[in-house]
């Protein structure tokens, strides 16, 4: 059987690009040009028409811009994969251009054998997602009844709420680092800026906020069906994480109710495996919902009076709220040898254990904050005594995890 060709779809609006890019594919006989488009509009027709394997797709487009187009035509033919070709190398684009699926971007004109490695590479990459559509396909004739979408629901996700009575004690530092250390090929971690007003989640990772839990909010009844609107707000971290950001205007956050935010949790639930929650030290309506959710609460004091007096506070709250102390993992940032104020003698004045010191370290910390990139991830300084912390922090969270849950399958037994 002949070798089928590569079958690519060109798009742009300048009648002279695409020969010139149609005349740079005819070098290569591997690949046969199967139909033009003009603008974003006419590329999503044609993909569904003619059903490429390749889209090489400008992004500067009357219409429909180029972005969009490769978005909608993944959404009708998902194995399509689309190089994006722009005069502008700006990495701003690139990333908008990846978030919607393009397979490459290069920058016009591209050199010849530049253009035809990623025409092969994304050639490879849809043949690839074609025959998993198909399997799929296969499985679902097989399985007789079409699956419904909740099916796709099946975690239960454990919350893990970073809390801190006191401002500035390390919340968001804690849990932008844990999170993405709690991230492996076993985990699918969402990291919620549950501080709504001020949140600095996402500016912390260097990542705009072009999408926030405003856009779950109004919808959070209909999500729980929808796994896919869920993913589509969720910021994607290199990491792998995704975070579900604070509203990009202060007052939004009024209308983040205590049910409907509840609520958004429980769905989060059922997708991820993790949900990490920053928090604000007020206790806003949503904070204290997720504190009362939550299977873990990471109370971080730092080495100062008022801190330690306010976590004193929160303990008994945790008490009048019927919140097992057990659930509190107590721990202490920012330590620093020098002061007097030692783990030790937080833990017996305030009988309650304080299960980790995290060191000072203005510098790997202030580095990060700098380049949007955590320290537990940073080559420099992942093997810092403060990233090391925060490896045994993770460690001490995914055993009380374990413990809580031996604990409840015994419960279940007694009963
Ligand atoms: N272990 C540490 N060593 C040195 N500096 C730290 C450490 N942890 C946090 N910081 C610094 O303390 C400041 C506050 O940290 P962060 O923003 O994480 O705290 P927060 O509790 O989230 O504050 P906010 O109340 O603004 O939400 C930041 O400037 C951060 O760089
Ligand atoms: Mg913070």
Do not use: W
């Not at 684009?93 to 530049?114: C, H, N, Q, S």
């Not at 399985?143 to 979408?149: D, G």
């Not at 709420?161 to 401002?167: A, H, L, N």
């Not at 501080?195 to 600095?200: A, N, R, T």
């Amino acid at each position: 059987m002949p070798e089928q060709k590569i079958r690519v779809l060109i798009v742009d609006d300048i009648a002279e690009t695409r020969e010139n890019i149609k005349r740079t594919l005819q070098f290569d006989t591997a690949i046969e040009v199967i139909g033009q488009g003009r603008n974003g509009r006419e590329a999503v027709e044609l993909c569904a028409q003619l059903l490429p394997d390749v889209i090489i797709m400008d992004i500067n487009m009357p219409d429909m811009d180029g972005i969009t187009a490769t978005e909608k035509a993944r959404e009708k033919v998902p194995y399509v994969q689309v190089v994006i070709l722009s005069v502008q190398s700006d990495a701003s684009y690139m990333r908008r251009a990846m978030l919607v699926g393009a397979r490459d971007f290069l920058t016009k004109p591209p050199p010849i054998d530049e253009l035809l490695a990623a025409v092969h590479r994304a050639a490879d990459k849809a043949a690839e997602e074609r025959t998993k559509v198909t399997q799929q396909a296969a499985a679902a004739v097989a399985a007789a009844t079409p699956t419904p979408k909740k099916a796709a629901l099946t975690t239960t996700g454990k919350l893990i709420v970073i809390y801190s009575p006191k401002g500035g004690t390390g919340r968001t530092t804690l849990a932008t680092n844990l999170s993405v250390l709690l991230k492996n090929q076993d985990t699918k971690i969402c990291l919620v800026d549950a501080s709504l007003q001020f949140g600095d989640v996402a500016t912390c990772l260097n990542e705009q906020v072009r999408t926030s839990i405003m856009d779950l909010i109004p919808r959070v009844d209909e999500i729980e069906t929808d796994p896919e609107l869920i993913l589509n707000v969720m910021i994607k971290h290199a990491s792998g994480i995704h975070i579900l950001a604070a509203p990009q205007h202060v007052s939004d956050s009024l209308s983040v109710t205590p049910e409907k935010f509840s609520k958004l949790l429980d769905i989060l639930r059922q997708q991820y495996t993790h949900i990490i929650v920053d928090t604000s030290a007020y206790l806003s309506d949503p904070v204290q919902i997720a504190l009362e959710k939550a299977d873990v609460i990471i109370l971080v004091t730092t080495q100062d009076f008022p801190a330690i007096k306010n976590s004193n506070a929160f303990f008994m709250l945790v008490d009048q709220l019927k919140i097992s102390r057990e659930r509190v993992l107590f721990i202490m940032n920012r330590v620093d040898k020098r002061n007097r104020i030692t783990p030790e003698l937080v833990s017996e004045r305030m009988r309650q254990p304080v299960a980790l010191a995290i060191p000072s370290d203005e510098i790997v910390v202030t580095m990060s904050l700098n380049s949007g990139v955590p320290f537990v991830l940073d080559k420099d300084n992942k093997n810092s005594a403060i990233a090391k912390s925060i490896a045994a922090l993770a460690e001490l969270a995914r055993e009380k995890l374990a413990k809580l849950d031996d604990f409840e399958t015994e419960v279940v037994i007694k009963k």
